[in-house]
Structure formats: C-alpha cells, structure tokens
C-alpha cells in the first residue's frame, strides 16, 4: 500500500487541521520533485495493491506532475494489475479533460469532498464550491470512472437534521458508490476553534449530533449502501480496499510532508512542513521519524481496535493465528465486559461491535488497551 500526500489546496477551509497550504506554482513544482526522489531513494520493488493520492487537494497537481509521481511509482513499485488507485478532488476543480487524464494515468477511483449540499453551510465552511458544482462533478466524473466516493460531514455550525436529511436524500439520488461520513471535529489552530472561543460558533447540540448520526447510518443502508466500517458506506463491492488495508494491519508505505508509514514494526511520519520537507529531501537528508514501535502488545492492541471499527469486526481464529495466544486470554475480560454491555458481538469466531458499540467506539477501543 502506498499513500501519497499532496498538502496544496485554493484555499484554506475554516475547520480544516489536515497538513495542507495554500502554497504557489514554485512550491508545488518544488515539493513534487522532493516527492519523486523520495519515492526513488524508497522503492524496493514491493508489490502494491492500493495506491491513496490525499491531501490536500491532490488535484491542484497538473497531470503533468502527476505523471511523474506515478512513473516514480511505477518505478520503484510493482503495482499490481487489479489495483485499487484513488485520488481525492474536490467539486468544480477538475474538468472533463483532466477527468479523462486522470484515467489515463491509471487512477481508477476518485474521492470528492462533498461535504454538504447546502450552499450557506458550504461558504460557513469556507469551501470553494457551490452544491451545484458538486452535483456536476459527481455526474461528470462518472462518465470517466466507475467508483466514485463523496465525503459529508455533519454536526456542522447551524446545520439541522433537516438540512441532514436533505444531504443523505440528495447523494441516494447520485450514481456513486461510497459514502464516507464525518462528524465536524474543532480543532485548536483553525478558524472555526477561534470562532468557537469567541462564543461565535453555533454547533448543533450532542442530542441534536446523535440524531443526525442516527440518521444517516439508518438512512444510508435504506439507498444501498451497505455500512461495512463505522464511517463508511458502499454500494456493491466498492468498499475502499485501501482504507481496510489500514484496519487490517497491512504495512504502506507514506510519501510527502506528513505523510505517515507503517513497515510491521515500526510507524513512522515524515516532517510535516512543506518547506522543511523540500530541504530536507533537496539535501539528502531523512524526513522521517520514528513514532512507534509497534511491539507484539501495541499489535495485539491495533488488531483489536483497528479491526472493530469494521461491521465484520474480528476473527478469533486470525488472532492466534498471528499471536500464537488466544485472544480471550488476552482480552477475554474487556470482551465480556463490553458484550455485558451490548456493545460488542461475540458468534462464533467473530466479535464485532454492536449498533450501539459503533456509535460508541471510542470507549470500547480504550478498553483494548492494555
Ligand atoms: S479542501 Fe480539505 S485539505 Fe484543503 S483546506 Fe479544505 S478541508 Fe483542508
């Protein structure tokens, strides 16, 4: 697996804490040269089967760069015939014939930041595009791709669970295959956290946020797509491979400012600085650190609450498997604490959460931690 940051974005949203800048011509141009020979000094030839452009807004890229990065990965990688090559967007940034290029560069999923359709919540956020331009990409981009995934959020300032309704209603009506959803989170460094601390921020209530959550995983199933993750939604089989990668422990690689790797024993995390990235590269030196070792506890832990978060939770059998130790001889006291409780599941090999254990996560995945 091999994820690919590209932190430049139009304009810089009003909640946003992802690792993006608005940055220029030169910067962009810089960083992707940074990008290619990270990827050439890293390469060893591995096979990959998922690759994640994320951002950022991976699309501010011309084809052109993008190009390049996917030779560089081409290069250093074996990308598997049948894989999975996503790469986010967002609405009103990308026309036909960089939709079509996109294609012809081998990206065969495209992830649009949808956010919500309604258009004074869209400027409140500070996103650059119109519900219509998002109704437009979706429809546009499906004449070019065949797994097309579109972000909301909810929990939004002055939104309702009317205006929730109206969201859910409207992607049941578009072509697309996923749905990823996200509650507003306010996080220290945006404008939003500002605003929050100014009193100026009018954020829907918890009940109020419950609703809406109780809304869109009851309603979403209801359109055809099947939960299979606490946040995720797919029609048919086009659930995101790359993202259960992530749950199922599978090692990635992570290239770019931020970008965070996992080689089975050890996560790491590059500089998250653009500029410090690009002279870090530019002289040779390493951008990333080590942030974990992920020792056979940390393991037992993350194959645990990684695997929860999805509808088919976890297997028994897989676990002593990879640990040589039955999982109930390790976790056998937070399992039946947390089934007591009805959030977890335990048939057969399988445990897994339980409706009110997804909405809930949180709390049972610290249980696991031991
Ligand atoms: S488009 Fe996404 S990454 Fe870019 S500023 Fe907005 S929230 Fe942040």
Redesign the pocket.
């Known amino acids: 697996m091999i994820y690919v940051h590209v932190?430049?974005?139009?304009?810089?949203?009003n909640?946003?804490?992802?690792?993006?800048t608005v940055g220029d011509e030169t910067q962009r141009a810089a960083y992707v040269d940074a990008l290619i020979t990270e990827i050439n000094l890293r390469g060893d030839n591995s096979s990959v089967e998922t690759i994640y452009f994320g951002?950022?807004?991976p699309t501010t890229l011309t084809l052109n760069q993008l190009a390049r990065i996917v030779n560089a990965i081409g290069n250093g990688f074996d990308i598997d015939a049948g894989a999975e090559i996503t790469i986010?967007a967002?609405p009103g940034t990308v026309d036909a014939d960089y939709l079509r290029g996109l294609r012809s560069l081998g990206f065969n999923r495209l992830s649009l930041?949808v956010?919500t359709f309604d258009d004074a919540l869209l400027k409140f956020?500070?996103?650059?595009h119109s519900s219509r331009a998002a109704i437009e990409t979706v429809e546009l981009a499906k004449k070019f791709f065949g797994n097309v995934s579109v972000d909301l959020m909810y929990g939004l300032p002055n939104q309702t669970l009317n205006g929730v309704r109206r969201d859910v209603t409207q992607v049941g009506g578009l072509d697309v295959e996923h749905v990823s959803i996200y509650g507003l989170e306010v996080e220290v460094g945006t404008k939003f956290f500002a605003l929050n601390a100014a009193g100026q921020l009018p954020l829907p209530d918890d009940d109020i946020c419950a609703d809406m959550y109780d809304f869109i995983t009851l309603e979403l199933p209801a359109l055809g797509f099947r939960r299979y993750e606490i946040s995720n939604f797919a029609r048919g089989n086009f659930v995101s491979r790359h993202n259960i990668g992530y749950w199922t422990g599978k090692r990635y690689f992570g290239f770019g400012a931020g970008a965070h790797g996992f080689d089975g024993a050890l996560r790491t995390s590059n500089v998250r600085g653009v500029d410090e990235y690009i002279s870090r590269v530019s002289a040779g030196m390493s951008v990333a650190q080590v942030e974990e070792v992920v020792d056979k506890r940390a393991a037992m832990e993350e194959f645990c609450f990684l695997g929860l978060r999805m509808v088919d939770g976890i297997s028994a059998r897989t676990f002593a498997k990879i640990f040589g130790t039955e999982i109930f001889a390790v976790f056998g006291d937070v399992i039946e604490h947390n089934r007591r409780r009805g959030l977890l599941n335990v048939v057969g090999d399988r445990i897994s959460l339980t409706n009110r254990g997804m909405s809930l996560g949180n709390v049972v995945f610290a249980d696991f931690l031991l």
């Open positions: 932190p430049f974005c139009r304009r810089r949203c909640y946003c804490a992802f690792n993006s951002g950022g807004t986010e967002n930041g956010q956020l500070g996103r650059i």
